[in-house]
């Protein structure tokens, strides 16, 4: 299983990002797709998560900023960031999860900064 993560960069607070990871892997066989990220010196923390139903979940820090979606037919999931903060700065990872196994990508760097 490949999961390509991209559409990190460099951005302004109050800016927008989207981010998408692509996987290799039937959807059928996943039980969701998300997204965490992690700051130097942190730990890696979830953001949201999406079944291939739809069904969405949220850390509740970032709910409202930040939305999860998903294109069965391209496998490929995304995550809308909007009014981005200096804080939000990390590299963000997306996470597959399987019935028998879990894959990260490769992470790509968003940097929030004027």
């Known amino acids: 299983v490949q999961l390509q993560a991209s559409g990190g960069g460099l951005v302004q607070p109050g800016g927008s990002l989207r981010l998408s990871c692509a996987t290799s892997?039937?959807?059928?066989?996943?039980?969701?797709m998300g997204w965490y990220r992690q700051a130097p010196g942190t730990q890696r923390e979830f953001i949201a998560a999406?079944?291939?139903?739809?069904?969405?979940n949220y850390a509740d820090s970032l709910k409202g900023r930040f939305t999860i979606s998903r294109d069965n037919a391209k496998s490929t999931v995304y995550l809308q960031m909007n009014s981005l903060r200096p804080e939000d700065t990390g590299v963000y990872y997306c996470?597959?999860?399987?019935?028998?196994?879990?894959?990260w990508g490769q992470g790509t760097l968003v940097t929030v900064s004027s």
């Open positions: 996470k597959l999860r399987t019935w028998a196994a879990d894959y």
């Open positions: 892997a039937r959807i059928a066989v996943t039980r969701d």
């Open positions: 999406i079944t291939p139903g739809l069904t969405t």
